[in-house]
């Protein structure tokens, strides 16, 4: 069955860099979409970053234009590049995946993804 593997949280400091990885597993890595989310202890699960099948990204607004979703095929990874931290950032976070077809497109609805991952702390000092 496909399996997700988040690892590269870490502690940082403010305004640092930090990619965190996922690693897939038990399927055909090329026919998922997945979805970045984060929580925070007592406080509802985030959408942060997708990317579809085809490509397409989507960002939440907070972390527009400083975190970028990709995939590398050959390694069967999806990785989310986290840059200019601020210490809200500060989160368990978490990838998912579902299978789709070709054409559709990104979504933020945890509900809507099938697999998930364990979790990768991010902890980010001011």
């Known amino acids: 069955q496909v399996q997700l593997a988040e690892s590269g949280g870490g502690l940082v400091q403010a305004g640092d860099s930090l990619r965190i990885s996922c690693a897939f597993s038990g399927g055909q890595f090329s026919r998922y979409g997945m979805g970045w989310f984060r929580q925070v202890p007592g406080k509802e699960r985030e959408f942060v970053a997708a990317?579809?099948?085809?490509?397409?990204?989507d960002y939440t607004d907070s972390v527009q234009g400083r975190f970028i979703v990709s995939r590398d095929n050959g390694k069967k990874t999806w990785y989310l590049q986290m840059s200019s931290l601020k210490p809200e950032d500060t989160a368990v976070y978490s990838c998912?995946?579902?299978?789709?077809?070709?054409?559709?497109?990104?979504?933020?609805?945890?509900?809507?993804?099938?697999?998930w991952g364990q979790g990768t702390q991010v902890t980010v000092s001011s």
């Open positions: 998912a995946a579902r299978h789709t077809i070709l054409s559709v497109p990104t979504t933020r609805a945890h509900d809507d993804y099938v697999h």
């Open positions: 990317l579809s099948r085809s490509g397409m990204s």
